[in-house]
């Protein structure tokens, strides 16, 4: 535990490239990360627990603190069009949802995705309806896995502001839209210190947006024409190599923000303890920080345990983690999501990553912590422990369901 | 030896080798309406006729930036655009939603209410043509009652009248609403440009022939539109403020038989259906006159939109 | 930035356009096809001499008065006359007629004339001199008509005139408060401007003989008209103070006097009748006309009748004398009424006295006009006649090699100024036919090319017709001065604008405004329009909405 606080606050809290630590809750993170983009359009609509994010928003924009249009939709679908129109013109725009709000917008995920264009939104994860749920659960964004969208996921409130900053480099480099995803309540509503990093390093960082092509009355095009067979393969061949750029790019921005900004979040994973490890935990979000703590304790009594987090789930890390699982005899994925008829949605992506492996070792899927349901190190050490007993992988396997 | 009737801006904006039918009203209305706007302007087209019209990608018959968007969202596209030029310092474009029937009365009609109600700085066309004509044919909530479409057949035409889409525009008190005709060039035009010198939500409601749906002839397509506003099916006003009427021409009141007779779709009608539909365009224009007279007694002063006025 | 913006044959990495749709030619969608075609107006029809009337009207509304006066000129050298004289037969066609009131094509002939008076002809009417030359006999509207049309294809036409002054009956029977002799001198004197020579005070088997005429030139065109008084029968018809109206006429227009009685009583109903009651009446006469038929039947033109009886005249319809009552003079008509029965040749109703109902007037002076007949005592006897006219065919060639007639003279439509001087222009045509080539090709047939029915009458609204202008009658008949004052510019102008201009293109835009397709534009030159058939999808738009079917729709040849 003391360890981590260390780790944290020697990568966190560098006085050199930090204008102001605050504590605050993950939407706010998300909030200020937006104004130091320098965003130019917001649009969103209100929705438990993203709703703090734009609040605070509006108020940067109505002090004057941001210099933004902000556009207060009757809904996330109008919210997402509006900024593909926005983003169109090449103004940089930001959005938030959750949930309900993000299934809405799904027509028009596709629509940003395919029309290229870089859009920064936060999801923050929450159980899907019915029956009414405003706790955190990743089937909302993961529902979204073939929009065309990089997807981010967020352990800490101070890795939601540094990937939306990297975010808006990556995407308006590779024309894709990102996603950026916290959990509900375990990040958006608890507070937690934050380094804002200095303006003019950021600006350093993510020069202004200027695409090639724009909306421009001297320049006019028609952006989404029909299209013919004949040409929309290569549309979404083209979709794919930018997601395969995004997936080089990764490491190569994360570097460079840490050289700028001076932290460093990993890439599209980061290895935890994997040094020799037999067996592999793989998390993403929130239960990644509780895992960091189980894999100590395992560590402390010599149980070669290590922890894989994912942090993009699009890009789908497919190569990090074949050289993740080179040398582990046995990999246990927890996922806070369910694909009803299959199982673990991040435990089925890395089962197919791995079938093109060299090595195959024993996969585990779990599903645990659905709708918000507390994910705590005992239950991970049950996990771990099930793991490491386990003689034969298992595609789906319940925890905690109350019998 | 030119006798001009009225006239209309030389500039062509719209090109030829579009892919619209012979005689589309919908063609003839945008090419009045950048006429008018001139080139300072982007097209916003969600799914409608017109996201064929403008041509095969990669190509494209307008000579300004189109964008196409999906089919509810012309009006929150058409925001997100003006926005974004405004956040950049781009205040002289003009922002045209440009959306049919179906995408207006219908399908986007929340995210048009949305922007009506916010008073969005964008001008929203809606060419109507009164079914869903690039599907093939089937009703929308614009389908006059007593039409044939492909989902209502004539044994069961429409039964319901048409949504009277520009007093829902009205009720969001938006500054400046006007219908308009391909058959009166001239009188588009002076709204179009009416509208662009304005600021806020300007909405524009246009009867558009469309000689396959309406199971017209091509050449006939002025003619019937012209019939639409002189049987004051579709009567030419405007409305400011949400409440203000005028007129903007004094129709001739045929009966609107003359109007149905020249389309197929209407064919099945009886006299007695014929005469029913004469009762409801009758109370409509009576509506819309006593809507003209009290609108002289309205005192400016209690315009409620804010950006209403002149740019 | 950019780094997956590829650009692909010419094409980004996502769907943004590269370039227009011209490379769409969606004229391969047409399978009818839309054409500029000019139709032949009902008025061009209506009028003898088939003057391209919206033509000139295009140029009026410019106020190119100068050009629309050059159009009128290719078929009538006479308009300041016709725009006066002229029975206007244009006007009882003319589309307008169905929609609220006819076009005053005449008060805008006059117009155009009166705005050219003291204009002499362009330049390129005269053109080189061939040498051949034709002799006309006679100098009334058909003799001018003819050698005008022939002057102006190079002949040298030699118009022999009885008389002392050129005219005819322009000059003999139309008085001048109906035609100022300056209007008619100076259109005669352009006319001879051209190379035409006049002889006055020839007469044809007196002064030269007709067989010297005929063989001294290749062609004659006879052009006397008809100026011998139709007779009546009845009994007192020798007694004096019973005369024709035409003489009566032709002493007074010449001399400026005549004998006249203070009751007169006219008999006829053409114009002769009608210019002989209006001149009788300001001499101070008391003037009675009487007509056998009702006023429907009537030929002289409506508006002289009117004014005649603005003017005072007494005309009695359904009337007609029976007996000259006198002893030596003249002192009492008989008069009987008649009813109107069936219809006769000429398509009126045959007038049927009514027995019982004679009655007796007392007056000094009778008038007959009751018609003219042609003197044709110097010709020949081999020449072909029908009724009292010299037979022509419908070149106006009579059976004689190298002899053609026109005007009343020959047989055909008579009595009219414009019929003489389209009888005179197809004469000429033939003539120069049968002196180029040796045979004349029949002209082309014209028919009117727009019914009204095929008018788009959206664009056009119920206007009254630009009213004419007079000296009010109480006046007029105090003097000879003229009666008409023509149309006032802004009048002139407005009717002008009314014209529909049926089947003839006023560039009026509506066929460019309305393509879908952008596929009409304006000629390079700004007049007219050109259709791009590579992007026209034959909607018909175009045609439809066209005001004055001046367009044509029809089948794609492929």
């Not at chain 1, 990553?353 to 659905?370: D, E, T």
């Not at chain 2, 945008?30 to 190509?59: E, F, Q």
Request: charge should be neutral.
């Amino acid at each position: 535990m003391k360890r981590v606080l260390e780790a944290q606050l020697d990568k966190y809290f560098n006085p050199q490239t930090t204008a102001e630590i605050k504590v605050i809750e993950g939407t706010h993170a998300a909030s200020h990360a937006a104004k130091l983009a320098r965003v130019k359009t917001i649009s969103a609509y209100p929705i438990t627990p993203q709703t703090s994010i734009v609040e605070l928003l509006s108020e940067m924009c109505a002090s004057g603190d941001l210099e933004a249009q902000f556009i207060k939709v009757e809904s996330e679908h109008s919210a997402m069009a509006c900024l593909i129109g926005a983003e169109a013109t090449g103004a940089r725009s930001f959005t938030a949802t959750s949930s309900q709000g993000l299934l809405l917008m799904h027509e028009v995920l596709h629509w940003a995705a395919a029309a290229r264009l870089p859009i920064v939104m936060v999801n923050v994860n929450r159980a899907l309806a019915p029956p009414w749920n405003i706790w955190t659960d990743q089937t909302d964004s993961l529902a979204q896995r073939d929009t065309g969208w990089i997807q981010f996921y967020a352990e800490s409130n101070q890795e939601v502001l540094d990937t939306i900053l990297m975010a808006y480099r990556l995407g308006e480099q590779v024309m894709l839209p990102v996603m950026i995803n916290m959990d509900a309540f375990f990040l958006s509503h608890t507070a937690e210190p934050v380094a804002i990093p200095k303006q003019n390093l950021v600006d350093e960082f993510l020069p202004a947006y200027r695409p090639e092509f724009t909306l421009d009355v001297n320049d006019p095009r028609a952006f989404g024409g029909l299209t013919k067979p004949d040409r929309y393969m290569e549309f979404r061949y083209n979709i794919q190599k930018a997601m395969e750029t995004a997936a080089r790019l990764i490491p190569t921005v994360a570097e460079e923000y840490d050289y700028l900004i001076g932290r460093h979040h990993g890439t599209q994973v980061e290895e935890y303890r994997t040094e020799d490890a037999e067996y592999l935990l793989v998390t993403s979000g929130t239960i990644t920080g509780t895992t960091r703590i189980v894999v100590d304790q395992f560590r402390d009594q010599g149980v070669p345990l290590g922890l894989l987090k994912i942090r993009t789930f699009r890009p789908f890390p497919d190569q990090a983690i074949r050289n993740a699982v080179a040398h582990v005899k046995k990999i246990g994925v927890i996922d806070r999501n369910i694909s009803f008829g299959s199982g673990g949605i991040f435990f089925n992506e890395i089962k197919a990553a791995i079938y093109n492996a060299k090595v195959h070792p024993l996969l585990n899927g779990y599903v645990a912590g659905l709708g918000g349901r507390d994910v705590t190190p005992s239950v991970i050490t049950d996990i771990a422990e099930h793991l490491i007993k386990s003689k034969q992988g298992k595609d789906l396997i319940w925890i905690g369901v109350k019998k | 030896m030119s006798q001009i009737l009225f006239e209309i801006p030389k500039v062509e904006i719209m090109g030829s080798g579009h892919l619209a039918c012979p005689g589309c009203g919908a063609t003839m209305a945008m090419r009045y309406a950048l006429k008018a706007l001139g080139r300072k302007t982007v097209v916003v087209i969600p799914a409608c006729c017109w996201s064929i019209i403008d041509g095969a990608a990669p190509y494209s018959v307008l000579g300004v930036p189109v964008f196409h968007t999906a089919f509810e969202t012309a009006a929150s596209t058409a925001t997100g655009i003006k926005a974004g030029f405004v956040a950049q310092g781009k205040t002289d474009i003009n922002v045209l939603a440009w959306a049919g029937d179906g995408g207006t009365f219908d399908i986007g009609f929340q995210s048009l209410s949305g922007a009506a109600e916010r008073n969005e700085d964008i001008i929203y066309v809606c060419y109507d043509n009164e079914a869903y004509m690039n599907t093939g044919i089937q009703r929308s909530s614009a389908t006059p009652q007593g039409a044939w479409t492909t989902t209502t057949p004539v044994q069961n035409p429409k039964s319901r009248p048409k949504k009277n889409i520009v007093d829902a525009l009205a009720a969001h008190h938006i500054p400046y609403i006007a219908t308009a005709s391909v058959s009166y060039p001239d009188d588009f035009i002076r709204k179009l440009r009416k509208a662009k010198s304005m600021k806020g939500m300007r909405f524009l409601h246009i009867l558009s022939p469309c000689p396959p749906g309406w199971k017209s002839q091509a050449e006939d397509s002025v003619k019937i539109a012209r019939l639409a506003v002189e049987c004051c099916v579709f009567p030419l006003y405007e409305v400011h403020d949400g409440r203000r009427y005028n007129l903007t021409h004094k129709p001739k009141g045929l009966p609107v038989k003359e109007y149905l007779k020249l389309q197929g779709r209407f064919r099945h009608l009886s006299d007695a259906d014929i005469e029913k539909i004469q009762t409801e365009v009758d109370h409509n224009w009576r509506t819309l006159q006593r809507r003209v007279e009290f609108s002289t007694e309205i005192d400016t002063r209690s315009d409620v939109s804010d950006q209403g006025a002149t740019k | 930035m950019t780094e997956v913006l590829e650009i692909r044959d010419g094409v980004p990495s996502f769907a943004i356009s590269v370039g227009t749709m011209e490379w769409n030619k969606t004229g391969s969608w047409r399978y009818m096809r839309p054409r500029y075609e000019d139709k032949i107006p009902p008025c061009t029809v209506g009028c003898p001499t088939n003057e391209k009337i919206p033509r000139y009207f295009a140029l009026v509304k410019e106020k190119k008065y100068e050009a629309a006066w050059h159009i009128i000129l290719e078929d009538n050298p006479l308009p300041g006359v016709c725009g006066r004289v002229c029975y206007h037969p244009c006007e009882t066609v003319c589309n307008r007629l169905e929609f609220d009131e006819p076009i005053a094509i005449n008060h805008l002939e006059r117009f155009v004339a009166d705005q050219n008076f003291t204009r002499r002809y362009p330049k390129h009417f005269f053109v080189p001199k061939n040498g051949r030359k034709v002799a006309i006999v006679g100098s009334g509207p058909a003799g001018l008509s003819a050698a005008y049309q022939l002057a102006r294809r190079g002949y040298e036409p030699v118009i022999y005139e009885a008389r002392d002054e050129a005219g005819g009956m322009l000059r003999l029977g139309i008085p001048e408060y109906r035609l100022p002799r300056e209007i008619l001198d100076k259109e005669i004197n352009d006319i001879i401007s051209l190379g035409v020579i006049i002889k006055t005070g020839v007469s044809i088997g007196t002064t030269i003989s007709w067989d010297s005429l005929k063989k001294d030139n290749d062609v004659v065109l006879i052009a006397t008209g008809a100026h011998k008084p139709r007779s009546i029968d009845l009994p007192g018809s020798n007694l004096t103070g019973v005369t024709s109206g035409l003489s009566f006429l032709t002493r007074y227009n010449l001399t400026g006097k005549a004998d006249i009685a203070s009751r007169l009583l006219v008999v006829g109903g053409g114009n002769t009748a009608i210019d002989t009651a209006r001149t009788a009446i300001r001499l101070g006469a008391d003037v009675t006309l009487v007509y056998r038929r009702s006023r429907d039947e009537m030929p002289a033109v409506p508006e002289e009748i009117e004014a005649a009886e603005q003017e005072g005249v007494k005309i009695q319809y359904l009337t007609a004398p029976i007996a000259f009552l006198g002893t030596d003079r003249l002192e009492k008509v008989r008069l009987i009424r008649m009813e109107l029965g069936t219809q006769d040749k000429s398509g009126r109703r045959r007038p049927i006295p009514i027995l019982g109902s004679e009655y007796e007037v007392e007056v000094e002076q009778v008038l007959l006009a009751i018609g003219e007949i042609p003197r044709l005592d110097f010709l020949p006897h081999s020449f072909d006649k029908t009724g009292k006219r010299v037979t022509v065919d419908s070149f106006q060639l009579t059976n004689q090699k190298g002899i053609f007639a026109c005007g009343d003279v020959a047989a055909g439509p008579v009595g009219t100024v414009v019929d003489a001087i389209a009888t005179g222009k197809m004469a000429a045509l033939a003539i120069d036919q049968y002196l180029t080539k040796g045979e004349i090709t029949p002209p082309p047939q014209i028919k009117n090319g727009v019914p009204y029915a095929e008018l788009n009458l959206d664009y056009f609204f119920p206007e009254q017709r630009a009213p004419s202008r007079f000296t009010p009658a109480g006046e007029s008949i105090r003097s000879f001065e003229e009666v008409h004052h023509g149309l006032e510019p802004s009048d002139a102008l407005y009717e002008a604008h009314r014209c529909f201009s049926c089947g003839v293109c006023t560039e009026c835009d509506l066929c460019l405004i309305y393509c879908p397709d952008v596929a009409i534009k304006q000629t390079r030159n700004g007049s007219g329009y050109i259709i791009n058939y590579d992007y026209c999808k034959g909607c018909g738009l175009c045609v439809k909405e066209c005001p004055r079917n001046a367009m044509t729709f029809e089948e794609e040849v492929q």
